[in-house]
């Protein structure tokens, strides 16, 4: 069974740093492109970065480019999202999601992406 674990949330000050991660199992990586998404009460779901299967190329949100950092180690089974210079309008709740078996670059777009983590909520504050 296919499965996706998110960890590393929590609450950090504006200006700080945190390195989500999500455990997958039940299928292989290498295979797959990965997606972080976020959420915050009232609104959708939105895309915040993806690695491809195939060259591990990625793509961003504009608001999050220069700062996140999505990278995978497929002999772990874990892609991570490292999250540097967070601001308060990075909180939300973190998904990170499974697009395949699928070659080429990864789209950051929910509806290709079939199966899901079940969140990590981030926090910025002071």
């Known amino acids: 069974q296919l499965q996706l674990v998110e960890s590393g949330g929590g609450l950090v000050q504006p200006g700080g740093s945190l390195r989500l991660s999500c455990a997958t199992s039940?299928?292989?990586?290498?295979?797959?492109?990965i997606g972080w998404f976020r959420q915050v009460p009232g609104k959708g779901r939105e895309g915040v970065s993806c690695?491809?299967?195939?060259?591990?190329?990625?793509d961003y949100a504009d608001s999050v480019k220069g700062r996140f950092t999505i990278s995978r180690d497929n002999v772990k089974n874990t892609v991570y999202l490292q999250m540097n210079s967070l601001k308060p309008e990075d909180t939300a709740v973190y998904y990170c999601?499974?697009?395949?078996?699928?070659?080429?670059?990864?789209?950051?777009?929910?509806?290709?992406?079939?199966?899901w983590g079940q969140g990590a909520q981030v926090t910025v504050s002071s």
């Open positions: 039940g299928f292989t990586l290498d295979s797959y492109a």
């Open positions: 690695i491809s299967s195939s060259d591990g190329s990625t």
């Open positions: 999601a499974a697009d395949g078996p699928v070659q080429g670059v990864c789209v950051l777009e929910l509806r290709e992406y079939d199966w």
